[in-house]
């Protein structure tokens, strides 16, 4: 999960004073040349033997072959003047307008404080789990933006992407072995669930239709509903029936991928989250351990 404390402070701190420092930093790079390009530095990390799976994201204001990821931070617990003074330590404006900045991070430092494992290349697929095209690595950027200012790693892409509902899996050249998968937004079933658990629907996220997996192998369904505050996924067939997660917070999710690995028998689940009446969002790779779902650690492939 993306530390939610970087996206309080964002929220909090970010969205309105921001818009200032944007105008001042973005006129005086207007007026000099772009720091000359540093000396090329290999960054070992990229290349791990480590898969991340996320999904990636397209720059809206831009039309280059170009997407990102957003990245987890190597400490797991930051300060406001830590990640404050992380802030600072990006040096050339790339990009700039009057709600969005673009600063290039510096190399030698990227490793140091971001996780960097496996993430040299990326294979994106789209929503049939079909290939797309390979993006490489280019560099550690912060984007500052009204909402949610983040740290992001910067992708150019064989082919311009042309949507933002694809997803990337890191350090992997394999064709992917699909299993026959039927999903289903059925809000029939997702209330009869939600009445089972004994919880009210959710007015967020998924809302009230729900996402139900089927396996073309056997006949039982994995649901993924929301309820008010709550994120569930539920295992059924007939008269049996299982919670396999719920969110530990005040969690929905708003977006799903059946991704085709397997992990004791169930496929990964990537989603989408965020925190009801917030700004809070974040991704999550799901994975399950023999007994429920469980979040995988920076989206790494267990």
């Known amino acids: 999960m993306r530390i939610l404390v970087l996206s309080a402070i964002a929220v909090l701190t970010f969205s309105c004073s921001n818009k200032e420092k944007i105008t001042i930093v973005s006129a005086e790079s207007l007026q000099k040349p772009l720091q000359t390009k540093e000396k090329e530095i290999k960054i070992e990390e990229l290349n791990q033997n480590t898969h991340y799976i996320g999904f990636v994201n397209k720059f809206y204001f831009s039309n280059k072959n170009e997407v990102y990821i957003e990245l987890y931070l190597n400490k797991d617990d930051i300060s406001k003047n830590e990640y404050n003074k992380l802030e600072k330590l990006s040096d050339s404006l790339i990009y700039s307008d009057d709600e969005n900045a673009r600063y290039k991070f510096p190399t030698n430092l990227a490793a140091k404080n971001f996780d960097l494992r496996g993430l040299g290349k990326l294979a994106i697929y789209d929503d049939h789990n079909e290939f797309v095209c390979n993006a490489g690595f280019v560099r550690v950027e912060y984007l500052n933006q009204s909402i949610s ?15 933002e509902n694809y997803y990337g899996i890191s350090n992997f050249e394999k064709n992917l072995e699909t299993e026959q998968y039927s999903i289903t937004k059925d809000t ?27 396996s073309s192998k056997n006949d039982t369904i994995i649901s993924v509903i929301n309820s008010e505050d709550s994120a569930y996924i539920i295992s059924h067939n007939g008269d049996d029936f299982k919670v396999l997660y719920k969110s530990s917070e005040s969690e929905n999710i708003n977006d799903l991928k059946v991704i085709p690995f397997k992990k004791n028998k169930l496929p990964y689940l990537l989603t ?27 989206q790494r492939i267990k």
């Open 149 to 163: 200012p983040c740290f992001i790693a910067v992708y150019k892409t064989d082919k311009e992407i042309k949507t």
């Open 188 to 214: 029939v079933l997702t209330q009869k669930l939600l009445t089972k658990l004994n919880v009210p629907k959710s007015y967020y996220g998924l809302k009230s239709s729900g996402i139900h997996i089927l």
């Open 272 to 298: 989408k989250n965020s925190r009801p009446d917030t700004d809070i969002s974040w991704d999550n790779l799901l994975y399950y351990d023999r007994t429920k779902y469980s979040n995988s650690t920076r």
